[in-house]
């Protein structure tokens, strides 16, 4: 690799730039599309005229991906069953910048698809990445004034449903082991045990996944005679692990030795209240490596 290339302020920005991407689009395979995209408009520009190439990539990156997602949305709006982000495999590292992790989660994510473009936009910009007002202005195409409105309203909207507990690293990982054991050995007391009473579980199998709920599953009891006795149907050998999925302990499930599909929770007193399961085949590319993500 040669020392322009090595130097080039995209190359040294690129995980910044793809987090940004996938914040907004909540899709690995689209934020790469808006990279790629992007990287053609940078190669076009005489860098020589751009003083501050890190604000400059970041405002061409978001204007990309707000064109994407207005095109995705479209799309989504077809979608069979419930939609979930598409999951990436991180770092255990990723979860020592405590906010960046938090943003990144699923819960996190599918909290942000309840914006509208500009709105998600501002949020992730202002409140995941810290850009000043009027850098953002320039990348929504809208005043300061109006940046900051809509940032005031994007952050009442997600602390409305977000989590509102702060996340307790042990505690999860314990939360995802007693959940593991109980998947791998069927032991229904066992998942009630760690299943909070209200629990709410969404499955995202894209309408490619047969036994995948296309409606919220509430509740632990029915919750877990659900997964039983979808785990006593299967043909093959069901098998749970640790993992990190996007920024938090996950699970990774493997069917015959294949994968099938993840698992991210959210752990409110050593008891799960929120399951997401992403098993549409489409979304699992991004999980046997690790992905690249920053601030």
Known sequence: MSTAHVDDPFVEHRNLL???AYEMLGSAADAEDVLQESW??????????????????VRVVTRQALNHLRTVSRRREDYVGEWLPEPLLTSPDVAEDVELAENLS???????????????AVFVLREVFDVPYD??????GKTPAAVRQIAHRAKDHVAARRPRVRVVPAEHEEAVERLVAALNTGDLQGLMDVLAPEVVSVADGGGKVRGAARRPVVGAERLARYLIGGMSKLEGTLVASATWVNGQPGIRVELDGQLAGVVSLTVEGGRITRIYSIANPDKLGWLDVEAEVGR
Not at 107 to 120: C, K, N, Q, S
Not at 135 to 140: H, L, M, P, Q, W
């Open 106 to 120: 699923i819960a996190m994510l599918t909290v942000l698809e309840t914006l509208g473009p500009a709105e998600r």
């Open 135 to 140: 850098e953002i202005a320039d990348a929504v």
């Open 18 to 20: 793809f987090t940004v």
């Open 40 to 57: 053609l408009r940078w190669a076009a520009v005489d860098h020589a005229t751009v003083q501050e190439p890190r604000a400059y990539l």
